[in-house]
């Protein structure tokens, strides 16, 4: 899965630079010249709405290129006042300072996913998707999203996400390398290369693997979760310091990693840890970089949206911005 970039909207003088990259990343996907402008105007709205809004804020972008879709996901956040009606507000001519007010609603037209989530003294997210070609509609029992954000300062992240996806198996793995920059990034993308092609059928086999294959690099912790659709059944098994939580309306499993380090020192005994998903239960897997204390029921119906959303407030609310930053969450319908 592609990474996100982070780019800071606080003032006036930053949006040339921010619009030009965010251009690039969407003309490197080929995008037709009149997608191109309206992914200039929705950058250029959202950036201004945290400007004039919230006083600043954070846009997180990345390309995508998976499952034969391709597109850009803009995520907007901001630790502003909220909005007490985002309804109301996406209406052209409603504004709350002197404008013209057709920002929000300009993002809804040319967005072929869009969603925001704000409350009242907390502040606002908004989630805009622009795909080359639209997919076509479709209900998929399987919904993965996922935020991987560099430490601040570097280009590379030593997190990295990977899902392998069959139609009665699920295989996720997220890991984090030792430290972070260009040496943790090669750890970690090590052990995705080699999960690509792996076959095991256990995640404690597959765990040796990995143990196996970075070995020539500064090693990684990392977890491991298979789900088997047909007894609805996780099995999860991991190595340092990533969190992992099964969580539910009145419901919450953690998932509990050994101490070691893969391609240095993993324990001789392995086993999976077996957790049953129940209807509206979802899997939420976190790096280090992401403070463990987090929860989710302060977000109200919060999962009556695009799990992006989820993963933005958490990003939002509990990012440490001292290291590289992840979160996966994972739901079966």
């Keep these: 899965m592609d990474n996100h970039r982070s780019f800071a909207a606080t003032d006036r003088s930053y949006l040339a630079l921010l619009k030009r990259e965010i251009h690039s990343m969407a003309n490197q996907l080929e995008f037709p010249t009149h997608r191109l402008a309206e992914i200039d105007l929705i950058v250029a709205e959202l950036a201004s709405n945290l400007i004039k809004h919230a006083t600043g804020g954070e846009i997180l972008v990345r390309s995508f290129n998976e499952a034969n879709q391709s597109g850009i996901e803009l995520i907007s956040i901001d630790q502003g006042p909220g909005i007490a009606d985002p ?7 409603m504004s709350t300072t002197q404008t013209l007010g057709h920002g929000l ?4 037209r040319l967005s072929d996913t869009f969603q925001i989530y704000s409350q009242p003294d907390w502040g ?32 590379q992240s030593g997190d990295g996400f990977f899902a392998k996806i069959a139609p009665e198996q699920v295989k996720l793995f997220l890991g984090d390398g030792l430290g972070h ?31 196996r294959a970075v070995k020539k690099t500064r090693g990684l912790v990392g977890t491991l979760a298979f789900f088997d659709a047909k007894t609805r059944t996780w099995q999860l098994c ?19 990693s050994y101490n070691g380090i893969i391609g240095m020192n ?19 897997l976190c790096s280090d970089g992401i403070r463990s204390r ?22 939002k609310d509990y990012a440490r911005k001292t290291d590289d930053m992840s979160i996966v969450v994972c739901r079966f319908n």
Excluded at 190 to 199: G, P, R, V, W
């Design 87 to 93: 309804t109301r507000m996406l209406e052209d001519g």
């Design 105 to 108: 609603g300009s993002i809804k």
């Design 124 to 155: 606002t997210i908004i989630l805009s998707r622009i795909y080359k070609v639209v997919p076509p509609r479709r209900l998929s029992r399987l919904d993965i999203r996922s935020i991987v954000v560099p430490k601040p300062g570097e280009t």
């Design 181 to 211: 920059g260009p040496e943790a990034a090669l750890a970690v993308q090590t052990a995705i290369e080699a999960l690509k092609t792996s076959t095991e059928a256990r995640p404690s086999e597959l765990i040796r693997l990995l143990h």
């Design 238 to 256: 991991g190595v340092g310091n990533i969190s992992t939580t099964l969580k539910g309306a009145n419901f919450s499993k953690r998932h509990f």
């Design 266 to 284: 993993i324990p001789t005994s392995l086993n999976e840890q077996s957790l049953v998903m129940e209807a509206g239960q979802y899997l939420i």
């Design 294 to 315: 987090w929860e989710t029921y302060k977000y109200p119906n919060i999962t009556k949206y695009d799990l992006s959303i989820l993963a933005a407030a958490l990003y």
